[in-house]
Structure formats: C-alpha cells, structure tokens
C-alpha cells in the first residue's frame, strides 16, 4: 500500500519538462521567443499600409475567428502544401509535435513574407515560390505599377503626361500655388483639352471668388472657361463671372440667350419685353426691340391666318395649305409669308408686306428680292412686272431692278416661267455678254439674233441660224436679216 502511495507521489512531482531559468538560451521557449520577434521583424520591410487591410482564408472568414479555426485544424490532417523546404520539416521535437495544416500559408502571411507554422521563409522565396502562387493569385496589382499616381509627378510631369492620354491624379495638387502652376503648365502646353481638363479641377476645387480673380490675369485660361460653360450650359456660372469682371453687355446678351430655351411662346414675348432694358450697346438694343417687335406681329399674323385657313374662307389658302407655323421664324421668313399670303393689303394690316417693309427699314433690295421669289412661286407674272416697274417724276415708267436682271431672270427661270417673260427681262440685262449667254441658255432666240444684229455680227448669225428648227420663225428672222445688205 505504501509503494502504490510512493508511486502516486512520484507521478504527481515528477515532469518531463525542465523547470524555467532565465539563464538557459537552449531553451526551446525561448527559442520560439526569438522566432516570434524574427518574424514580426519582417513586418518592417514589406508595407505597413495592409495590416489595416481585414485578413481573409480562402473561404471568407476572417483569420483568427472561432469558425476559421475550425476549419484550419480539420482540414489539417488531410493535405499539406507541396515545395517546402525539407530542412524545416524535420525540426525539433516541439516542432514535430505541433498540428499539420492543409495550408501553411494565409493571405497575409503572403503579403507579410511569413507562414502561419514556424518555418521561416525569406522575404524574395515567400512571394516568387511558384506553390503560393497557385493557392493565392495576386489580389492587388504590385505598387510600381500605380506609378502614375503618384506624388513625385511634379506639374510639369503632370501635364506632359495628361497630354499623352495617361490618367493622373490631380488631387494631390493642394495648395493655391500648386493649382496655379499646374494651369500655367497646361497654357504653355497649348492643348485644349488639358487646360479644360485642369479648369474643372480648379473650378471644383477653388472657391470662386478666387478662380476668377486668378483668371482675369490669364486670359486665354478665361477664354476657355467661358467657352466650356457656354457649351455646357452652367448659365449661373457664367453670369457671376461675367458681372465680377465688369462685362456688362456680354451678361446682357447671356441673359438674351436664354428666351431660346423657353418654348411657350407667350412666355418667351415676355421674356424678350423684360430683355429691352438691359444694358446692351444701342445697336444690340436696337435688335432685341425688332426682335420682340417682330414676335409680337407673328403673334397677331398667326392666329388670324389659322382661324381663316380653318374656316375656309380663303381661296389661296385652300389652294396653297400652310406648311408650317410662323412662329418664331425670321424676318425674312416672315417678309416671304406675308408677300405669299397678303401681298395685296393695305398697308396699315400687321400682315401688309409694305408694312413689314417700313416697321422693321428692309432694305429696297432684299424686300425685291424676296418679292419678287414669291410671286414668281405663284407665277403671278403681273405682279411681277409690278414690282419691277418704277415711274418717274414726269409720270414716264421704266423697269427698275435694285438686284439686277440677270437675278430677275435667274429667279424666274427657277420658277418655270415662259419664255415670254423670259425675253422681256433678258434684253434688260445691260452686259453684252451675259444678255447672250443667259439668252442661249434659257432659249431666247429672239434677244440672240436682236443682239447679233445689232452687233452685225454675220458670222455669229449665220452659226446661230444652224441651231433653230427649219422653217421656224425664227429661221425667216435670221435669213431676212442676212439679206439685207
């Protein structure tokens, strides 16, 4: 009984393992003291910036949770990793006696140049070993490769390379100074989508009170920042910075331009009667008041002539239906209209051409021109011969064309006019030459044998006779010509 006592005894003060000295550098703790410190050494060389990053296994989970290391530890017994050195396979006996695991690499071991076991590998071997590579890709691209990133680009640099189609970064251009320089680079690179590029930087970045103080000295830097926000539409924008540099007329005409943006046209009558008093130079007045003048007559003009096209009331309406509103046409257009649809009234009708003529001081050539156009589409030849007949003091007549005949005869001829009429204006044309180019163009044969004879010109008379028909009248004109010695 007392031997089974000893033996208890002995088993319960007896150890395997030797008691801790501070002393013995052999000792196996201390031995994975150092290989601790070993390995966290390592964390200095490679970037600090991932032990922020949250450390996942290859199955989502966290390294270092409960569920993780579950799985680690039953998968441990299954598989090892292949191309380890076997050196540190045969290790100590405490080695030896901790668990196998099917990894002995985690994703931040890859990044930190360690293994998860106490098997130490270099820095180069843990991330060129061809095994690691097959268990874990490369999540983020190596560092060198964000070269374009970063901060050493001076502006210089930066512009160059923006030039070259190469991303960069502005954000890293933080005081006003740098902003500043980074602009004047971009001007003196002459590129314009580099200077708006760096403009939006600027305009994003600065307040504007200090942008436009800083681009009134750059003009060309201005030039661009006003084009850019016309194009885009920031018309608030554009308005504050046209006021701080004292532009006054082109914050008017800003103003002007947005009555092309309001579709109703009520509204936009409005607008443009609101527009009269803003500080435009008298001749821009003078157009902003024609212009709301002229809506106002389309106004009148449109709702009288759609009642009367729907009533029926009219012939020519009925024969020539409108195709399209008058509505915010232009002058001209208006002028076109009004000498198709009321060329015959009164002068004191909104719709009068001769009304028109005198509101808005058309010049006698274009409202001939644009007459005469349209009468000429309604072949209304007297009309016509109307409009191009003046009478003098003494009460004679005589055809008058500020536009010139051959431009009667061009217009005419467009609209199929006879050849009759044709004549009468072609042998109005005072040039010699042309007369007969546009009487051998258009047919005329009566002005070219009346021209030739009165050049007595035979040769030229006796050619042309070979291109009328035989036995036509104008034949007999050109042999009894020829006769006559």
Same mark, same amino acid.
Not at 218 to 237: D, M, N, P, S
Not at 240 to 254: H, P
């Given at each position: 009984?007392s031997?089974?006592?000893a033996?208890?005894?002995?088993?319960?003060?007896?150890?395997?393992?030797r008691?801790?000295?501070?002393?013995?550098?052999?000792?196996?703790l201390?031995?994975? =003291?150092?290989?601790?410190?070993?390995v966290?050494s390592?964390?200095?060389?490679?970037?600090?910036d991932?032990d922020?990053?949250e450390r996942?296994?290859?199955?989502?989970?966290?390294?270092g949770?409960? &569920?993780?290391?579950?799985?680690?530890?039953a998968?441990?017994?299954?598989? +090892?990793?292949?191309?380890?050195? #076997?050196?540190?396979?045969?290790g100590s #006996? &405490?080695?030896?006696?901790?668990?196998k695991q099917? &990894?002995?690499?985690?994703?931040s071991?890859l990044? =930190?140049?360690?293994?998860?076991?106490?098997?130490f590998?270099?820095?180069?071997?843990?991330? *060129?070993? *061809?095994?690691?590579?097959?268990?874990?890709?490369?999540l983020?691209?190596?560092?060198?490769?964000?070269?374009?990133? +970063? +901060?050493?680009?001076?502006?210089?640099?930066?512009?160059?390379?923006m030039q070259?189609?190469?991303?960069?970064?502005?954000?890293?251009?933080?005081?006003l100074?740098?902003k500043?320089v980074?602009?004047?680079?971009?001007v003196a690179?002459h590129?314009g989508?580099?200077i708006?590029?760096?403009?939006?930087?600027?305009?994003?970045?600065l307040?504007?009170?200090?942008?436009?103080?800083?681009?009134?000295?750059?003009?060309?830097?201005?030039?661009?920042?006003?084009?850019?926000?016309?194009e885009?539409?920031e018309?608030?924008?554009?308005?504050d910075?046209?006021?701080?540099l004292?532009?006054?007329?082109?914050?008017?005409?800003?103003?002007?331009?947005?009555?092309?943006?309001?579709q109703?046209?009520?509204?936009?009558?409005?607008?443009?009667?609101?527009?009269?008093?803003?500080?435009?130079?008298?001749?821009?007045? +003078?157009h902003?008041?024609?212009?709301?003048? %002229?809506?106002?007559?389309?106004?009148?003009?449109?709702?009288?002539?759609?009642?009367?096209?729907?009533?029926?009331?009219?012939?020519?309406?009925?024969?020539?239906?409108? =195709?399209?509103?008058?509505?915010?046409m232009?002058?001209?257009? *208006?002028?076109?209209?009004?000498c198709?649809?009321?060329?015959?009234?009164?002068?004191?009708?909104?719709?009068?051409?001769?009304?028109?003529?005198?509101?808005?001081k058309?010049?006698?050539?274009?409202?001939?021109?644009?007459?005469?156009?349209?009468?000429?589409?309604?072949?209304?030849?007297?009309?016509?011969?109307?409009?191009?007949?003046?009478?003098?003091?003494?009460?004679?007549?005589?055809?008058?064309a500020?536009?010139?005949?051959?431009?009667?005869?061009?217009?005419?001829?467009?609209?199929?006019?006879?050849?009759?009429?044709?004549?009468?204006?072609?042998?109005l044309?005072?040039?010699?030459?042309?007369?007969?180019?546009l009487a051998? =163009?258009?047919?005329?044969?009566?002005?070219?044998?009346?021209?030739?004879r009165?050049?007595?010109?035979?040769?030229? %008379?006796?050619?042309?006779?070979?291109?009328?028909?035989?036995? &036509?009248?104008?034949?007999?004109?050109?042999?009894?010509?020829?006769?006559?010695t």
């Amino acid at each position: 009984m007392s031997r089974v006592r000893a033996d208890e005894e002995e088993y319960w003060h007896s150890s395997k393992f030797r008691a801790f000295t501070f002393d013995d550098e052999d000792d196996e703790l201390s031995q994975l =003291k150092e290989s601790k410190r070993a390995v966290n050494s390592l964390r200095d060389i490679v970037d600090d910036d991932d032990d922020d990053l949250e450390r996942v296994s290859w199955s989502g989970e966290p390294v270092g949770s409960i &569920s993780w290391s579950i799985k680690e530890t039953a998968s441990g017994s299954t598989s +090892s990793l292949d191309g380890r050195d #076997s050196s540190l396979q045969k290790g100590s #006996s &405490s080695y030896a006696a901790l668990p196998k695991q099917a &990894s002995s690499y985690s994703l931040s071991s890859l990044f =930190k140049g360690r293994n998860k076991l106490s098997s130490f590998q270099s820095l180069s071997d843990a991330l *060129t070993d *061809t095994g690691v590579r097959n268990y874990a890709p490369e999540l983020r691209r190596p560092k060198a490769e964000y070269k374009d990133y +970063s +901060s050493d680009w001076s502006p210089k640099d930066t512009v160059r390379r923006m030039q070259r189609g190469k991303v960069c970064s502005l954000e890293r251009f933080r005081s006003l100074q740098d902003k500043l320089v980074l602009l004047d680079e971009a001007v003196a690179g002459h590129d314009g989508n580099v200077i708006t590029a760096v403009l939006i930087f600027l305009k994003r970045t600065l307040r504007r009170e200090i942008l436009f103080r800083e681009l009134e000295v750059r003009q060309v830097a201005l030039c661009h920042l006003i084009h850019f926000l016309r194009e885009t539409g920031e018309q608030k924008f554009l308005l504050d910075l046209l006021r701080f540099l004292d532009r006054t007329e082109e914050v008017a005409l800003s103003q002007y331009r947005e009555h092309l943006n309001i579709q109703d046209v009520e509204k936009r009558r409005e607008f443009l009667k609101g527009c009269i008093g803003l500080p435009f130079s008298a001749e821009d007045t +003078s157009h902003i008041q024609d212009h709301y003048t %002229l809506l106002e007559r389309q106004i009148i003009i449109e709702a009288n002539d759609r009642h009367v096209e729907m009533a029926g009331q009219s012939e020519l309406f009925r024969k020539y239906p409108r =195709k399209a509103s008058i509505l915010n046409m232009p002058l001209v257009t *208006t002028l076109f209209y009004s000498c198709f649809y009321h060329y015959t009234e009164a002068e004191g009708m909104f719709s009068s051409p001769t009304n028109l003529k005198k509101t808005f001081k058309i010049p006698d050539k274009q409202y001939v021109l644009t007459a005469l156009a349209a009468r000429a589409k309604l072949r209304a030849w007297g009309d016509v011969d109307a409009l191009l007949t003046t009478k003098n003091w003494l009460g004679y007549t005589k055809k008058k064309a500020p536009i010139g005949f051959h431009r009667v005869v061009e217009i005419l001829q467009r609209n199929n006019a006879p050849v009759q009429v044709l004549q009468e204006y072609v042998r109005l044309v005072e040039d010699v030459d042309t007369r007969l180019n546009l009487a051998t =163009k258009y047919k005329c044969h009566d002005v070219v044998i009346e021209t030739y004879r009165d050049l007595k010109d035979r040769i030229q %008379l006796t050619a042309y006779k070979c291109k009328v028909e035989r036995g &036509s009248a104008e034949e007999e004109k050109i042999k009894s010509i020829l006769s006559n010695t």
